[in-house]
């Protein structure tokens, strides 16, 4: 039986992946020129750190409930948030080009 705790353990950890997994999305479509070397870095680095630290939190620190399969876990903790950040940042976020920034910082 899972404790309500490790439930909302496992959300939590949920929404924090999606958080990152957006805020570096948006950070690749504006640090890099090109179109396709966003999407590139997109499903290439994101699930690397997310995969660090879903390791971190259930391998190391033994938290969140037993999924069951290598499979559940990552398409829950890695795959999930990596399509759901960056459906956010495109869907939702201006794109990067229609943000007027000032002239100078000073």
């Known amino acids: 039986m899972v404790s309500v705790l490790s439930v909302a353990f496992l959300l939590v950890v949920l929404a924090a992946h999606t958080l990152v997994a957006a805020v570096l999305t948006r950070y690749f479509r504006i640090a890099l020129d090109t179109r396709g070397g966003a999407a590139v870095f997109t499903v290439t680095a994101i699930p690397i750190v997310l995969l660090a630290s879903t390791y ?33 940042d495109v869907l939702y976020v201006p794109p990067p080009d229609s943000v007027d920034l000032p002239e100078s910082w000073e």
Not at 83 to 88: K, V
């Open 56 to 88: 971190v939190f259930s391998g190391l620190l033994n938290l969140g409930p037993g999924l069951g399969s290598p499979a559940v876990v990552l398409t829950l903790l890695v795959a999930v948030p990596v399509g759901m950040g960056a459906l956010i």
